[in-house]
Each structure stands twice: as C-alpha cells, then as structure tokens.
C-alpha cells in the first residue's frame, strides 16, 4: 500500500462514524506507539469526532493527567485504575484512545469489543512483550480481536536494525516497573539475547 493508499485508508476510518472497530498499535518501548496514538485521535478531533483517551493511573512517568509521548507530544486524558471504568466515561463517545494498555487489566479486551460492537472506534496503544520477552497484559488478547495490528519498531541502539524487545538495564525483577532511558533500551532479537545471556553471567559473578 502506497502513502497516497494509507492516508485515504485513514481519512475512510476516520470518517466513518458508527462503525465501530477496534485498532491496536504494539511494539517495544521507544518505537512510536503512542506518537501514532496520539496522531490517530488528533485526526479524529480534526474531524469533528467526539474522542475520549485513557491511559492507567499508575503511569505517572512525564503527568498525571495527559498522555505524553517519548518526544513531548501530549494530549489530555482520563487515568483509570481498571478497564470497567472506561464504560463509565465513554457513552455518546466516537473514538476512545487507550494508551500503555499493558498495564491495565485482562478485562479490557471484554471492554474494547463491547465498545467497538456498540460502534465506537477503539485505537489501543501497548507493549506487546515484557522486558523478559513475554507477551504483556491483554495486548496478545487484543490483537486477537483486532480489525487491525500496526506493529511499530525502534531502532536497536547496539547494531542499529530494527528493534522488538525491550531490554532491562537495571537488576530489577518485578515485571512492571516504569521507566525511560535509564532502565531500559530497545535491541533487536539478536541483540536482546546477548544482553540476556551477559546479564545471567553477571549475576553469577
């Protein structure tokens, strides 16, 4: 599909109110994904679309109330502790946007298909895999259910390919634990199995 293809494919989404669907955007951390979140609902609002965002009350990492991309793009949003609580605040609502998905409950996936079935237009943001390269929370759920998968990537800061997994730079166990540069870094398979294998023999050392 060309650019001109995915921009009409975009303005057709966009345009369609009532027909509910459901859009998950996933990959490691630093690769865009709520960057393209964040353009999806703009373009909603510029089409005069009635848009509600959410994003779970623990991530409080650049503010509590507006979801902010790694580059500083921003947009006012709910926090929520539980994905019931998105049913409460979206009635009347075109598009609703959830951002670092991950961390929210298993429930969601129930909660998305029982919005886009009722017709709104759901674009889910997460991480598809823990710093373990495990798959995280109700993403693998919801892109079972999806109408549509992007899979964006980062840029491995070791060899320079395209990234898919997180890597922990830090000792620390929990899986959910937030973070920037400082904590973690995106490699690509290659390099994220290196990093692994040298952080096993540093903990035996």
């Known amino acids: 599909m060309d650019l001109f293809e995915e921009d009409n494919k975009d303005n057709y989404i966009e345009g369609a109110h009532g027909r509910g669907r459901i859009e998950v955007i996933c990959g490691s951390m630093f690769s865009g994904k709520t960057e393209e979140l964040i353009r999806r609902l703009r373009r909603a609002k510029f ?98 259910v999806a109408d549509d998968v992007t899979k964006v990537h980062a840029i491995c800061v070791r060899c320079g390919d395209l990234a898919v997994f997180s890597h922990r730079t830090v000792a620390e166990e929990k899986r959910v634990l937030l973070g920037e540069t400082t904590e973690y870094e995106p490699l690509c398979r290659s390099c994220y199995l290196k990093a692994v294998e040298a952080d096993k023999k540093n903990r035996n050392l």
């Open 47 to 144: 089409a005069r679309q009635r848009v509600e965002i959410f994003k779970p009350a623990i991530d409080v990492r650049y503010s509590e109330e507006d979801v902010v991309s790694h580059d500083s793009h921003s947009v006012g949003c709910t926090p929520i502790d539980s994905s019931s609580s998105i049913l409460l605040c979206t009635s009347e609502m075109d598009v609703v946007g959830i951002d670092e998905a991950q961390f929210l409950d298993e429930g969601l996936v129930e909660v998305c298909t029982r919005l886009a079935n009722s017709g709104v237009r759901v674009i889910v943001a997460g991480l598809d895999m823990d710093f373990k390269g495990v798959p995280f929370g109700p993403i693998p759920g919801l892109c079972a």
